[in-house]
């Protein structure tokens, strides 16, 4: 024999105990879909229904809790009148059977928005609310598409006076606040009039008196409170990944494998490990509501967002936050707006939605710029550099073309109905 | 084919590592009321937290309570509040403050972890020109 065949040999040698020695690796690291560590265990537990936290106060607005508001909150919310052509309500944007979304990749009502219609489904555990966190509280956001050109395009001294002129709505509103203001005054309080980009209406404004004006702001913050007592009602029920949650956390690994298919398993482990979601989507309604710059592109012929940077400036601004004169909270109940934070790293900072109901709410991201879940998840597969600010999650996921497919399945688990019974998702019956 | 089982081994890696980080981190974790020499021994915290256990995304406050090294109160020191995970590379969700207290109490506000995972909170304490830093680890 000489060396030339000896030396294939000793190659094959080598070569097949290295492959028997991965092979003796992966046997070893295997654990079957669904045989979930207790680290893993305790991560399934915190994105579970069961462990959200009680609806947390929204101390700013003394009636959030009274169900009298959430009824009148209900007619004002699907009310059509409120609007500059009286074909706009809420609803309009905000669809129940679209989970509070409208489907288009921005809002458009009386004009154009700049950005996507979020859902308001768990939003009464939100801090903040808009993508770019601009109010601090469901009752000041409420306010803002009323006086909107691009939304209801109305200004707050028609709403004021419409609201109190339809008798019923004066009634519920007299027994919620306990006063019935005058507005028929109109030397005090012209047909229209409020702060804002129309030129008669906001001249109109700044002749009125002080207190006047805060007299109509009184009632015009009102009006969003019972809107927020409403929209608080608005919470997700149980979806398959609760029930897979329950069954699992219970030992149940069988029962679990019977809600939850095997790409579903992996999607779920891909989800809390490798894709790194939780860093961001945490706790039982997938969101911790923070802003973050994740790269999103800009929509095509808009500016980059300058997200959060610009939002913060305008909640300190707004008459209507938290520590505002309209507000029910004392200083001391402010903490979010009080402790809210500045820095470069708001540029391009964006609220986290949720991911519940996703089904339901494409296309996603604050400009509707990604059309399905799947460029979703290639998004931060790629991973792009920011257009302005920094991309927090610069690091390609690297995920497989089949990895892709099980973070989706497990992502479309998490679809269920809304909590409320299902005569909160349409206009009040009339009496 | 061998791509992909080279893929899931390096994922089993990433996992084990994980974990390995996550025992690690917990190791360090303390429970709340445990007190934190800072780095040049100057002074001691222990911190109370109206949150307890302290979860993510829930806006709260500490108390904390500062003495020297012989374990006498300081009151009425600059303290300035930072924080972050360093393995993400980022700071607080909040910009949160204190109010001081008597008798080495401080009360810390707006306290607000948007994240799983290892967290520090670093104090410098500020008395009367003795400066020192504390670095509280907290495993959420």
Known sequence: MNVNSRLPRILKIFGISVIALVLILLVLAYRPPGAWREDELSLIRSLWLETLSPLPASPSNQVAADPAAARLGQALFFDKRLSANGEISCAFCHRPELRFTDG????????????????????GWSPWLYWDGRRDSLWSQSLSPLEDPAEQGSNRMFIVRQVLADPEYARQYQAIFAELPDFSDTSRFPLNAGPGLDPEWDAAWQAMRIEDQYMVNTV??????????????????????????????????????????????????????????????????????????????????????????????????????????????????????????????????????????????????????VRTLAEAIDHYNRAPFAMIGHNEAENKLRLLPFEKRQLEAFLLTLDSSIAADPRWLEPPAKK | MMSALFNQARTMLYLLSYAVLLLAAQSVSAAAGDSYSSKNGRFRVSYQSQLNPVVINQIHAWQLHVTDADGRPVTGADIAVKGGMPAHNHGLATSPAIEPGDNGDYLLQGLRFHMMGYWELNLTINDDGVRDEVVIPLTL
Request: contains cysteine.
């Open chain 1, 220 to 369: 015009f913050a009102n009006i969003g409170k019972v809107i927020e007592a409403y929209e608080r009602l608005m919470v997700p029920s149980p979806s398959r990944f609760d029930a897979y949650a329950e069954a699992v956390l219970s030992g149940n690994a069988d029962l679990g494998r019977e809600i939850f298919s095997n790409d579903e398993i992996k999607g779920l482990r891909l989800f809390m490990g490798k894709g790194r979601c939780m860093e961001c989507h945490n706790g039982p309604l997938f969101t911790n509501f923070e802003f973050h710059n994740t790269g999103i592109l800009s929509y095509p012929g808009d500016l980059p967002d300058r997200g959060r940077i610009d939002g913060l400036r305008q909640v300190r601004a707004n008459p209507f936050n938290c520590l505002g004169q309209y507000s029910d909270a004392s200083a001391g109940q402010c903490q979010e707006l009080t402790y809210a934070r500045d820095g470069v790293e708001l540029i391009g900072a964006l609220k986290t939605p949720s991911l519940r109901n996703l089904a339901d709410t494409a296309p996603y991201m604050h400009k509707g710029q």
């Open chain 1, 104 to 123: 288009l990749d921005k809002a458009r009502a009386l004009g154009s928005s700049r950005r996507n219609t979020p859902s308001i489904v768990g939003l």
